[in-house]
Structure formats: structure tokens, C-alpha cells
């Protein structure tokens, strides 16, 4: 990803493993929340969302967990591929007049090992 | 189902130049986004626009021109290319305006 760089959080696991991203966001206003991963030199895939009105959500092999009272959230990925190597970064958004305008974290480089 | 597609994916220009990034989506999505991802700075928002003519400015507007005359279509412009608008960008789509789709990105150099 773009962001690949000395002072960018990474995550080394092996093949198999669970792995957990953590992000924390700074606005108690935000009520929707996003992760994506980019691959080198692709754009952002979107990976999960979650509302505030709920704490945890489940997809394919992920779940991310929103607690609101640390303003603290977190993508786990079961069963980590090679394939999952990439970068990961967390939104959020706030609700009014900032609707739809993602702000965007700085990103977790994630290292899968075979 | 070509989704969302940028062109061109590569461009060098050089200062003072005008250059336009195309952003096309098939999705007919209502909400388009233009966004620049730099080293140390994340993906930021430039501008954004929530239907054909209407149009908002993002965290980082300065230095750009966008138009919406048809759903599909949201091309960014420079008007006059400085060295610090070289970088990477992105348009995305969505129809909630939250779940945001990307394209492949452009990267752009300016001389």
C-alpha cells in the first residue's frame, strides 16, 4: 500500500493464525465506522462497516468489535492467509454535516508467513 | 461489470500544467469521492459530490477543480500542477455515501 512505512504499526503472524488490527479513533461523534484493506499498488477493498448502535459484526473470516466507551476499534481475521498480507486501515464518520466524509487512519501493515 | 475505473493510471506532468484524472462508475451510485493518499498523511478527502452538479469541498480542496454533469462521471482537475500535488489518487463511489467503493488509483508525478 501507499502508506508502507517506517512509522506505520505492523503486524507479523503466521498462516493460521488469528490475527487482531486495533485502531482508535478520536471523534465521540462518529457513529459509523469502516476497515479496508490495499493491496500494493491497488486501491482500498472495503472489508467490513459497523454502526454505532452495535458492538460487534461478523463477515467472511472477520469480525470487528466497536467499543465506544475507549473510542476503540478492532478487525479480527480467523485463520490468516498469505493472501491477507496487505495494508489495513480503519474510518470513521461522523453523522450532520460530515456525513460521508471518511476520516481515515493511518494504517497496520499486516505480514502473513507461510 | 467494470465497476469503478480511473484513467489514466500513470501520468508525469510538469508544473503550471493543467492535468485531469478521469473517474468513471458503472454502479450508478449517486455519492462520488476524490481522495490523495500520501506517506504520513493517509488517504485524505479532496472534494466530493452527492449527485450530477452538486459538489462539496473535502479537507484538502486547494489546487483542485471538480465537475459532475452525469452520474458516472467525476473527473478532478488541476489547474496548474505544483510539486506537492504529486501522489496517488483514488476516486470512490457509493449510493449510502459511508460504504465507499475505490478505484485503482491514479499516480501522478509533477516535475
Known amino acids: 500500500g501507499e502508506n508502507v512505512g517506517l512509522h506505520l504499526p505492523t503486524l507479523s503472524v503466521q498462516e493460521g493464525d488469528n490475527s487482531i488490527i486495533n485502531c482508535a479513533y478520536s471523534n465521540s461523534a462518529s457513529d459509523y465506522f469502516i476497515w479496508y484493506k490495499q493491496e500494493s499498488g491497488k486501491g482500498p477493498q472495503f472489508i467490513i462497516d459497523i454502526r454505532s448502535n452495535m458492538d460487534k459484526r461478523q463477515g467472511q473470516r472477520v469480525t470487528v468489535l466497536l467499543n465506544k466507551t475507549v473510542k476503540h476499534l478492532s478487525l479480527q481475521i480467523a485463520a490468516t492467509q498469505p493472501g491477507d498480507s496487505a495494508v489495513y486501515f480503519c474510518?470513521?464518520?461522523?453523522?450532520?454535516?460530515?456525513?460521508?466524509?471518511?476520516?481515515f487512519g493511518q494504517g497496520t501493515i499486516l505480514t502473513v508467513h507461510p | 461489470d467494470a465497476g469503478i475505473t480511473q484513467s489514466p493510471r500513470y501520468k508525469i506532468t510538469e508544473t503550471g500544467r493543467q492535468v485531469t484524472l478521469m473517474c468513471h462508475q458503472t454502479?450508478?451510485?449517486?455519492?462520488m469521492f476524490w481522495y490523495r493518499q500520501d506517506l504520513g498523511h493517509g488517504l485524505r478527502l479532496i472534494y466530493y459530490?452527492?449527485?450530477?452538479?452538486?459538489?462539496d469541498k473535502g479537507e484538502v480542496p486547494d489546487g483542485y477543480v471538480v465537475s459532475r454533469s452525469k452520474t458516472e462521471n467525476f473527473p478532478l482537475t488541476l489547474e496548474s500542477a505544483t510539486r506537492s500535488q504529486t501522489s496517488v489518487y483514488f476516486c470512490?463511489?457509493?449510493?449510502?455515501?459511508?460504504?465507499?467503493?475505490f478505484g485503482p488509483g491514479t499516480r501522478l508525478t509533477v516535475l
Open positions: 459530490s452527492a449527485a450530477a452538479d452538486i459538489t
Open positions: 470512490a463511489s457509493s449510493e449510502s455515501a459511508r460504504r465507499q467503493f
Open positions: 454502479w450508478s451510485h449517486s455519492y
Open positions: 474510518a470513521e464518520n461522523a453523522g450532520g454535516t460530515s456525513y460521508g466524509k471518511l476520516t
